[in-house]
Each structure stands twice: as C-alpha cells, then as structure tokens.
C-alpha cells in the first residue's frame, strides 16, 4: 500500500456518525505515515511524498464528512513543499481532533449514568429475582434462554463503568415484549423490571445533584488586582 495509508475495506467499516468517522480516519492514516516515516533511512528516500498524501487524504476527509473548522485547511504544493506547512497542517488537525473528542465524550456522558457500587449491587439482585421468576414460569426451554440471555445482557450493561440509557431502555423494552406475548405475566416481571427502572433513575438524580455541587464548588471568583492596593491605601492617607 504505497502511500495508500488507509484502504478501501477499511474506509467500509468505518462508523456512521460523520465526526467518530473522521476521527478513526485520520488516526489510521496518521499511524500509517509514522510507520512509513520510520521505515525511511536514507537522505534519497521519499519523506515529502507521504506527507502530502496525508495531507491530501485527511483534508478530503474532512471536507466529505462536513467537520467544523476544517473549511480553512489547505494542503501544500508538492512543487514548493516544506516541513512547515506539513507541522502547521498536523496542528491544525490536532486541534480538530480533540475538540470532536471532547465533544463526542461530553455526549456520551450525557447519554449515560454512572451506576455506584450500592445502585449496581440492587440491580444484580433484581436481575437475579427475575432470573428465578423467568425460571419457575410456564415459558418454554427456547423463550427462557431469550429472556436469560436478555438479563445478562442488562446485567452487563447496567453494572459496567457507564450505562448506557438508550441501550438499556432497548433490552428492557425487549424483556417485556418477549413477556407480553405470551399468558405467562403473572410471574409478575413488571414489578422487577420497574424496580430496576427505578434504581436507574435515581442513579441518575444522584449524578445530576453531583455536578450541580461541583459546578457550584468551583465558579470562579473575582481575582483582586494587588496592584491597585498601594495606590489605595494612599489615597486613604
């Protein structure tokens, strides 16, 4: 892959949000030109032609996947080529790239709820109720494999690092769909999936109080300029 950097399957696999997309774009074009770039030894190798493929192929990325505050990068003439433009080039996208980063972490924050110890401790054990309910009920062997693969699905997710809310309302969703097609509710499972709805929501209150006290802990506050205390405490002389 001569100054290819970054293939067609590659490109293929890609996410479909635009700004996660360039993001792994640029990261496998860049790791590519350093693996290019260490391979070169001698002062006759090519160092300016990959480069300016990088250059090339990250800008053109940029442009199709509309990623803001690419509209002012503008890659280098190969005729008039010097180090510079390509150092100016990375540091633009640097800049770029963290931004979508932080961005995209800021998002995901906000689509998901930290679950502590104590909250996930109640979730294991309302999954462990329905376990048992799902075990004694009149399903047969096939829906209760489902649904048991459902709940290790929403242990899973639920005891992780972040839960994802979005993805857990889906496996819950898909619980009760799986529940409410057959006569078999007296096993009385909406009890527990609403009990572990609930341990959710008040996960969710304790985050939101949480940053309010940290938000309030930390505003800033006015900043005395010690420069004027002199010529204060001499005009009160």
């Known amino acids: 892959m001569k100054y290819g950097l970054i293939d067609q399957a590659e490109i293929d696999a890609l996410p479909d949000d635009n700004a996660a997309a360039f993001v792994e774009f640029e990261r496998i074009c860049r790791q590519r030109l350093?693996?290019?770039l260490e391979s070169l030894t001698g002062e006759h190798d090519d160092w300016t032609g990959p480069r300016l493929r990088y250059m090339a192929k990250v800008a053109a990325a940029a442009e199709e996947y509309n990623i803001p505050g690419s509209e002012g990068l503008t890659?280098?003439?190969?005729h008039n080529f010097q180090y510079d433009h390509f150092v100016a080039?990375?540091?633009?996208?640097?800049?770029i790239v963290t931004r979508l980063q932080i961005k995209r972490a800021k998002q995901r924050n906000a689509d998901t709820v930290k679950l502590p110890a104590s909250r996930a401790a109640q979730i294991t054990k309302y999954v462990e109720v329905l376990r048992r309910r799902i075990e004694a009920s009149d399903f047969d062997d096939k829906k209760k494999a489902a649904?048991?693969?459902?709940?290790e699905a929403l242990k899973a997710e639920l005891t992780g690092r972040r839960a994802d809310l979005a993805k857990t309302m889906i496996i819950i969703a898909s619980i009760v769909t799986t529940i409410n097609q057959t006569e078999a509710a007296a096993i009385k499972l909406p009890g527990a999936i609403h009990a572990v709805m609930q341990v959710i929501g008040l996960a969710r209150d304790d985050e939101n109080?949480?940053?309010t006290a940290i938000a309030a802990a930390v505003t800033p506050k006015a900043i005395e300029d010690q420069r004027l205390k002199p010529m204060q405490s001499k005009a009160l002389r």
């Open 34 to 36: 350093g693996e290019l």
């Open 147 to 151: 649904l048991y693969k459902k709940l």
């Open 75 to 78: 890659t280098a003439n190969p």
């Open 89 to 95: 080039f990375e540091h633009e996208i640097t800049q």
């Open 209 to 211: 109080a949480e940053r």
